[in-house]
């Protein structure tokens, strides 16, 4: 099984920049996607980013040229830079791993709230 530690959340200005980091354990040789998705108060989580084992990247609109997503294959870590961070991104932000079963795992979860 792979387990994941979720780190960078946090309270920023509008405008302003987080990273997000998550960190994989385990059965990390099975990983084919890692990614972020988050989930607004009253709304349905959503994929942010993601990116495959090859080095594809998968951006949701909302986010284009804002945020990067990256991934150190030796750290088994998937990074998540927040740039020109606006209300809108406030949420709490999941990381997402999905090995090569298919079978998807999730971090606990860490809150982005971005103040006006």
């Known amino acids: 099984q792979v387990q994941l530690v979720e780190s960078g959340g946090g309270l920023v200005q509008a405008g302003g920049s987080l990273r997000l980091s998550c960190a994989a354990s385990g059965n990390t040789g099975r990983i084919h996607i890692m990614g972020w998705y988050r989930q607004a108060p009253g709304k349905q989580r959503e994929l942010v980013a993601n990116?495959?084992?090859?080095?594809?990247?998968n951006y949701a609109d909302s986010v284009k040229g804002r945020f990067t997503i990256s991934r150190d294959g030796a750290k088994n870590t998937v990074y998540l830079q927040m740039n020109s961070l606006i209300p809108e991104d406030t949420a709490v932000y999941y990381c997402?791993?999905?090995?090569?079963?298919?079978?998807?795992?999730w971090g606990q979860g860490t809150q982005v709230t971005v103040s006006s």
């Open positions: 990116i495959y084992s090859g080095g594809y990247t």
């Open positions: 997402n791993v999905r090995l090569l079963s298919s079978v998807q795992v």
